[in-house]
């Protein structure tokens, strides 16, 4: 396979990853979230190996590996608090040993955020944490040559944003709505 069609295929892998990375924050469950969150992660892994950008293929693999164990432990009822600090710790080890220059400090700390938001059950922390990481990646992407991950985290951002309006604002308007329209003879 020639380098122009390996750099295409790089890129439609991440493509696959954004439409992931794009549905994961329209769940309310946090498992659901976890979800595609983990596919988001595993199918960036490959893409960022395929263009040799190491530090994001680290992050994303033990990310996917995070997400599984924590999905798993709020499901349970479960607290999160050891794993989101040995998960911390083996971004920062990981990052350090696949280390591309400061950008890697970028993705590290929006590994250990991410860390913190996915260890709680609540999707509204989850969304609000994850807003300034996206920002972090996407730089990160933009550096490595990933226009699939850069065109990922706008539609992240814009995600985040719109699940925020809607299941923040608009959703509670209407319940409480329909809840005194019921009450009204």
Excluded at 47 to 74: C, D, E, H, K, P
Excluded at 154 to 160: D, E, G, Q, R, Y
Aim: proline share 2%; hydrophobic share 50%.
């Amino acid at each position: 396979m020639d380098k122009t069609t390996f750099a295409i295929l790089a890129q439609v892998v991440g493509y696959i990853g954004l439409i992931f990375g794009v549905i994961a924050f329209q769940c309310k469950k946090h498992k659901n979230v976890m979800i595609a969150k983990t596919t988001n992660e595993l199918i960036f892994a490959v893409q960022y190996a395929m263009l040799g950008a190491y530090t994001g293929t680290a992050m994303n693999i033990i990310g996917s590996l995070r997400n599984i164990i924590f999905a798993v432990q709020v499901q349970k009822g479960r607290s999160t608090r050891l794993m989101q600090v040995m998960f911390s710790l083996f971004f920062a080890v990981f990052g350090l040993l696949t280390w591309q220059g400061p950008i890697s400090l970028a993705v590290i700390g929006a590994k250990v955020v991410t860390t913190v938001a996915y260890g709680m059950k609540n999707t509204r922390v989850i969304r609000f944490l994850t807003l300034p990481t996206s920002a972090c990646w996407l730089i990160y992407n933009y550096l490595s040559n990933s226009s699939a991950g850069v065109i990922c985290e706008a539609f992240t951002l814009l995600s985040i944003i719109t699940a925020i309006i809607r299941i923040e604002l608009v959703e509670p308007r209407l319940k409480k709505k329909a809840e005194s329209s019921k009450e009204q003879p």
